[in-house]
T-cell receptor, first 114, second 114 residues
Framework: DVKVTQSSRYLVKRTGEKVFLECVQD?????MFWYRQDPGLGLRLIYF???????EKGDIPEGYSVSREKKERFSLILESASTNQTSMYLC?????????????FGEGSWLTVV | QKEVEQNSGPLSVPEGAIASLNCTYS??????FFWYRQYSGKSPELIMF????GDKEDGRFTAQLNKASQYVSLLIRDSQPSDSATYLC??????????????FGAGTRLAVHP
């Protein structure tokens, strides 16, 4: 079974802090994603990566950056946390393929910025 | 116009009935379609995917795709209280290549009452 692990499940941070959310997958997937999920808005893509050191902006990249130094690890960074970044953050991974393929999600990280 | 639209619900059905969940999408070139189930406080888990027009059955679940009308639906037969969750429709748009940049609907909340 695919395993996507988000190390921090619940975090409370102060406005202006730098926040790191870590994600590791164990299935050698090329693609990795960071989404945030807010009530009524669904899942929105922040960034994704299709290879080591490669990244592309998603729909809402402002205020975020990412790092992918190793294939299995994809980190989301909030350079200066703000209250509007309070949300549930979901990491996901999938194979690179010409046809559609399944995205597998981690268990989520609940971030509260106060 | 949202790219993937779902009725937010709640859709309330009695135990044993058929639950019908609908989703429409705007990108006519979309190729892959996914249904995820998400329990409260948990991450989404894949139920089914469908690529071709018509029906695809898996146990109590049937996905239906009509590309001409740009809708995809999920039928749950013999609904159980354990099916109570939010169901997310996701679409791989034509421009996403092999990167699975799925676009998610906001989800439909299903409540199955005994």
């Amino acid at each position: 079974d695919v395993k996507v692990t988000q190390s921090s499940r619940y975090l409370v941070k102060r406005t202006g802090e730098k926040v790191f959310l870590e994600c590791v997958q164990d299935m050698d997937h090329e693609n990795m994603f960071w989404y945030r999920q807010d009530p009524g808005l669904g899942l929105r893509l922040i960034y994704f990566s299709y290879d080591v050191k490669m990244k592309e902006k998603g729909d809402i990249p402002e205020g975020y950056s990412v790092s992918r130094e190793k294939k299995e690890r994809f980190s989301l960074i909030l350079e200066s946390a703000s209250t509007n970044q309070t949300s549930m953050y979901l990491c996901a991974s999938s194979l690179l393929t010409d046809s559609g393929n399944t995205i597998y999600f981690g268990e989520g990280s609940w971030l509260t910025v106060v | 116009q949202k790219e993937v639209e779902q009725n937010s619900g709640p859709l309330s059905v009695p135990e044993g009935a058929i639950a019908s969940l609908n989703c429409t999408y705007s990108d006519r070139g979309s190729q892959s379609f996914f249904w995820y189930r998400q329990y409260s406080g948990k991450s989404p888990e894949l139920i089914m995917f469908i690529y071709s027009n018509g029906d695809k059955e898996d146990g109590r679940f049937t996905a239906q795709l009509n590309k001409a009308s740009q809708y995809v639906s999920l039928l749950i037969r013999d609904s159980q209280p354990s099916d109570s969750a939010t169901y997310l429709c996701a679409v791989a748009p034509s421009f996403s290549g092999g990167y699975n940049k799925l676009i998610f609907g906001a989800g439909t909340r299903l409540a199955v009452h005994p």
